[in-house]
């Protein structure tokens, strides 16, 4: 796609985010207060692609011609960045900016896997910033969260959104042209449901499965086979319906990795796995389509069952998830188009299981979603952002949800980092030094040069998940020391580098706890996880010499009490013991 926009001169041309398809100035001046009170006309043949517009900034004023509604919204956003660019002038550069989507359905997927539930002033907050980025979907994770009537076991300790909350939170995001779609795991990750008693003998694996997302053992996935758990969801989906305008219902269906395990294992056996899911994912198909809603399921069970893929009704729609940089979205989205199916996919910011982000891969792989999305016609990009197991912030995601919106909006003309972080110290972090936005990318490459295997999270995360495992986990077979040591000095720079860079958005005092902290969980674990490398007689971390254990207890309990006191910034009191749970085990492995 040609980039017409780009000049000699860009890179005077106001700081905008994302960077428009085509911006050119006049050379004509105009006064200030002409910014104010545009003309605006609806004419999408004149525009000639949805959601885009044409704005044009002269001494008469400002004239909007926009496709639609939606259209005139993001060049007043746009206009909004203008005004910020030339605060405190009173002449602005006359200009014409042409702009419009590549990608039409853009958006972030916010969880409460976690139980990190966002207190609802903060939610606004958070989506008045998806408006300022024109995104215009959020997928909200609802698990246990939501006060849904009759269940109140499962909500009771979680701080849940009400229904009015989420009525209000509705029509809030409608004004903003963002369509709030619910979330809701009904298949696998079931585990906040089934823990229960009064659900538990609905599960695949009634006595647990050790899955990852708890530190014990629990039921995860429900049995298919089971006539009630089809009724049960039936429920869920009718009382979700009440509440959500959307006409699209993602009922997740992931990682159902113990189906075949338990009691529907002769069922699998008879007909396969792959043929069970997708029966069952068919059933809960015809429930959503019932209440007038489009099913959307995750993609990664089918992919590995592509002939039990063939069964699956061609109504429903395959949001797809893949977090690397090198994710084979290509070959899967080819997969989808040959049988027929619609798709969204679903890169990740890369910030979770990590203390202080991934910046090479969160780039690679939202570079890696966008660009197969516009190849093979995929309806829209959805950002997820995952809190489990600590993420406590989202400063850490920020700089990704940008990125993803900006390259959905025109790839070309956002691909470049440092557009990105001009765009977002000037309009997001309002830092007038242009340095935040490019530490915390730099931050997240600290880790870099030091090579593991796993996918998921850094050896440095080893000490806070699966810490029992000590040497014997796979990311520590190939740990350097010497580069492990290496990493944390540079940590210790970044970390020095930060008292002189000082954002003036509303939430820098946030931003800043939340990045100053997430150093500090990192140096801690990669001390401690030093430690262990060094120490030849210790092959795991209660093995580590009395007065060594003592000082990393003292330290990660410091952690532990500093991490509740941020939690109720900007959460609700309930499911912080979800996440206390594993410094607990780390606390446990250092007596």
């Not at 007043?76 to 359905?105: H, M, N, R, W």
């Not at 900007?570 to 606390?587: C, H, Q, S, V, Y």
Request: hydrophobic share 40%; with cysteine.
């Amino acid at each position: 796609m040609e980039n017409k926009g780009k000049r000699e001169d860009q890179m005077n041309d106001p700081v905008l985010l994302p960077a428009p398809q085509s911006y050119q100035a006049t050379g004509v001046k105009v006064p200030f207060q002409r910014l104010d009170k545009p003309e605006i006309i609806i004419d999408s043949v004149a525009v000639g692609h949805p959601q885009g517009y044409r704005l044009t900034v002269a001494p008469e004023g400002v004239k909007i011609v926009a496709a639609d509604e939606a259209g005139a919204f993001y060049a007043q956003k746009t206009l909004k960045q203008l005004k910020t660019c030339y605060a405190g002038q009173s002449e602005v550069e006359g200009a014409e900016i042409f702009d419009y989507p590549v990608v039409l359905e853009r958006g972030i997927m916010l969880e409460t896997l976690s139980g990190a539930v966002i207190q609802f002033d903060k939610l606004k907050e958070f989506v008045e910033m998806m408006a300022d980025l024109k995104l215009n979907v959020l997928a909200l994770y609802i698990e246990h969260t939501f006060a849904f009537r009759d269940h109140e076991e499962v909500w009771r300790d979680a701080s849940p959104y009400t229904h009015e909350q989420i009525l209000e939170l509705d029509a809030f995001c409608r004004e903003r042209f963002i369509e709030l779609v619910p979330y809701l795991e009904t298949f696998g990750h079931m585990h906040q449901w089934l823990k229960h008693d009064r659900y538990r003998p609905m599960a695949e694996v009634p006595e647990g499965w050790n899955h990852g997302f708890s530190v014990a053992p629990q039921p995860f996935t429900l049995c298919p086979s089971d006539p009630r758990s089809i009724e049960f969801l039936d429920g869920l989906y009718r009382e979700i319906h009440e509440v959500f305008s959307s006409k699209k219902m993602l009922v997740g269906c992931d990682e159902t990795d113990d189906l075949g395990k338990g009691r529907s294992k002769e069922l699998c056996d008879r007909i396969g796995v792959g043929n069970v899911y997708v029966d069952f994912v068919n059933l809960i198909d015809e429930r959503v389509r019932a209440l007038g809603c489009e099913t959307q399921i995750f993609g990664d069970v089918v992919v590995k069952h592509p002939q039990a893929l063939q069964r699956l009704h061609r109504e429903v729609v395959i949001a797809h998830w893949g977090y690397e940089a090198d994710f084979p979205f290509d070959e899967h989205c080819q997969l989808f188009k040959e049988l027929g199916f619609s798709f969204y996919l679903l890169p990740s910011t890369s910030a979770y299981h990590s203390f202080i982000g991934r910046t090479a891969r969160g780039m690679g792989n939202i570079q890696n979603a966008v660009t197969n999305a516009v190849k093979h016609g995929a309806r829209g990009v959805v950002n997820t952002q995952w809190n489990y197991r600590y993420n406590l912030t989202t400063i850490f995601d920020i700089p990704f949800f940008a990125y993803g919106a900006a390259l959905c909006w025109q790839p070309e003309a956002n691909f470049e980092e440092a557009k990105l972080t001009r765009g977002l110290d000037t309009h997001i972090f309002k830092d007038a030094s242009g340095r935040f936005a490019a530490f915390l990318l730099e931050l997240g490459r600290a880790f870099e040069p030091v090579a593991y295997k796993s996918n998921h999270y850094n050896p440095v995360y080893l000490t806070f998940y699966q810490c029992e495992q000590g040497k014997e986990h796979e990311s520590f077979q190939s740990l350097d020391p010497a580069k492990l040591e290496a990493v944390l000095m540079r940590v210790r720079e970044l970390e020095a580098e930060l008292d002189s860079i000082h954002p003036t958005a509303s939430r820098t005092a946030v931003w800043e706890r939340g990045v100053r902290f997430g150093i500090k969980i990192f140096l801690c674990a990669g001390e401690a996880l030093l430690a262990l490398a060094r120490d030849a007689r210790a092959q795991k971390f209660h093995q580590l010499a009395p007065e060594v254990k003592a000082d990393f207890r003292r330290r990660y309990l410091d952690l532990r009490r500093e991490y509740e006191a941020l939690w109720h910034v900007d959460n609700r009191p309930g499911g912080i013991a979800l996440t206390l749970e594993w410094f607990d085990k780390m606390l446990g492995e250092l007596e």
